[in-house]
């Protein structure tokens, strides 16, 4: 079986195993060229919303009531079906998003690995020992925490890793016996709303179900509702505290996962070489800047600073812009017109603060610079530590880059944002490198890496202060989904354990 291109190119709600029709819709363009019309998404209501959480509260008993072997199967056998499909999706993700094919290809293949992931972790919990003491000893002859579904969970996406980053809150949640509401960013809707209902396809009614529409309608009446037990977002930061005083009203758990501001600080005994310099390029300019844990801003010492600032530049001019489907292009467009209007804004204000705005890159013939969302790999030196473009997440591939002269200086300058989601140090001596990583507020600090696949699957993951709430990965993730239920258990009444002579008297006979 192949995607039904037609289908997967109307991005409509699938609710209770059906599709259901939205006449309100929105086009959704190609960021690399915005005259195409990559298909349209549906801008489903607040009646949809409550369509959705019936649907997923009548599937849950059963759903929660398999074995994890028995919804393991069954994940499986989805994620199967899912893979046959990957490289349509592959490619319509590419042009949605505007992302080169490797980045898309991650985005999926990924999603499918992490399914099989978890629902091999919940098997392994399913199969825990009891910690049980010898009967007689006073310990209890029975210890079992249950990891026990919350019940229906919805899981809200952004646009800039659409698929993945919702399956950080759908693969935990499925495997553990949840049943799902997603609702996917409205910019980047098609391919994550082609996957979801391809799985969905494939298990019961109700258990996974996409309303796609506006986050202030969709997004909103989904943190609200009273039915929905656990609430997964990746998102901007403002939209995530908006979420958490929505969800207040039943005190439905929230993992927040926010935006980032990532410092990188290159310390003195640091050597500048050329992995060194390909790893930050990597680190920085990957996904056109557009990862929430991209690099965005490097903190140089200063006895390294020109040489460091030269050999970056120079590799940055290397750097291949062209369509998403050109193997030849290191990065795309940006996704979002808003994007590409703000990125031109710190643009400007960065030139007219008398910075050093060095644009690079080179374009490659594929790439339409008329009517794509084209941002130039950019350096900029020369800048204010304080303003806009280094103390705000800039989400654009445009890198300010800053001299330091103490290590106290760097932490100070690292941790003056709000931001605290990832980070790195650059040291050829790990031990001083780590002693750095320890004073920095992150939900990570990277040694010598920092990018997509330093975030190891069982490290967790997140953000420290307006970067977020909860960490995903493994077993982190599993508790935003599950709750632990102890279970404690003795053959007979436990007179045997201290606290019970005090009651003795009231019932006499009772064995001492
Ligand atoms: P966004 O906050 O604008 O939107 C994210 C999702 O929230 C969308 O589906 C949107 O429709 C929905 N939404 C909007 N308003 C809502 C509301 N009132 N109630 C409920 N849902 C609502 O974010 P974005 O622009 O799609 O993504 C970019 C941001 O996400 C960046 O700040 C980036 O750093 C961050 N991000 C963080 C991570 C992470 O893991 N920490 C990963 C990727 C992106």
């Not at 985005?107 to 399913?126: C, H, P, Q, T, Y």
Request: with cysteine.
């Amino acid at each position: 079986m192949t995607l039904a291109m037609d289908q997967s190119r109307l991005a409509l709600p699938y609710i209770g195993g059906a599709t259901v029709d939205v006449d309100e819709r929105t086009v959704v363009l190609e960021p690399a060229d915005t005259t195409i019309r990559v298909g349209s998404v549906a801008l489903a209501g607040p009646e949809h919303v409550e369509a959705a959480v019936a649907a997923a509260t009548e599937a849950f008993p059963a759903w929660r009531d398999l074995s994890a072997e028995e919804r393991g199967d069954m994940i499986l056998a989805a994620a199967a079906a899912l893979e046959a499909e990957a490289p349509a999706l592959i490619d319509l993700l590419a042009r949605e998003v505007g992302k080169v094919l490797p980045d898309a290809r991650a985005d999926i293949m990924g999603s499918i690995a992490m399914l099989k992931n978890f629902v091999a972790l919940v098997r392994e919990l399913a199969t825990d020992p009891n910690h049980a003491g010898e009967p007689g000893t006073g310990q209890a002859v029975l210890v079992k925490v249950r990891h026990v579904p919350v019940g229906p969970v919805a899981v809200i996406g952004p646009w800039n890793t659409p698929v993945f980053l919702t399956f950080n809150g759908i693969a935990p949640s499925l495997a553990s016996g949840c049943t799902v509401i997603v609702k996917p960013a409205v910019e980047a809707p098609l391919a994550l709303t082609a996957v979801v209902r391809i799985l969905a396809e494939h298990l019961p009614p109700g258990v996974l179900n996409v309303v796609p529409g506006r986050g202030s309608v969709v997004g909103q009446a989904l943190a609200e509702h009273p039915g929905i037990r656990a609430l997964m977002f990746t998102g901007g930061t403002e939209t995530g505290r908006r979420i958490q005083a929505a969800a207040a009203g039943n005190l439905k758990k929230v993992a927040l996962e926010l935006g980032g501001n990532d410092p990188a600080i290159i310390l003195e005994d640091a050597e500048i070489d050329d992995s060194m310099i390909t790893e930050l390029v990597a680190g920085s300019f990957g996904m056109t800047g557009q990862i929430c844990f991209n690099i965005k801003r490097i903190y140089v010492h200063r006895s390294h600073y020109d040489e460091f600032v030269e050999r970056f530049t120079e590799a940055v001019g290397r750097v291949v812009i062209g369509d998403p489907h050109d193997e030849t292009a290191h990065i795309g467009p940006l996704t979002t017109r808003d994007g590409y209007e703000n990125a031109k804004r710190l643009l400007s204000d960065a030139v007219a603060a008398g910075a050093t705005v060095r644009e690079l890159g080179t374009y490659s013939k594929s790439a339409k610079r008329d009517s794509g969302l084209y941002i130039s790999p950019t350096v900029v030196t020369g800048i204010a530590p304080d303003s806009e473009l280094v103390l705000d997440e800039q989400f654009a591939p445009i890198m300010p880059i800053i001299a330091f002269d103490t290590d106290d200086e760097a932490v100070a300058e690292a941790n003056r944002t709000e931001f605290g989601l990832a980070s790195s140090v650059w040291s050829a001596d790990l031990a001083h490198a780590e002693r750095v990583a320890g004073r920095i507020e992150a939900g990570n600090t990277f040694i010598n890496t920092h990018r997509l696949g330093a975030s190891v699957p069982f490290v967790p993951f997140g953000g420290v202060k307006q970067s977020g709430l909860g960490r995903t990965h493994g077993m982190y993730s599993l508790h935003h989904c599950t709750e632990e239920h102890g279970i404690v258990g003795f053959t007979e009444p436990a007179t045997q354990l201290p606290g019970i002579s005090h009651w003795q008297s009231v019932v006499a006979g009772v064995d001492a």
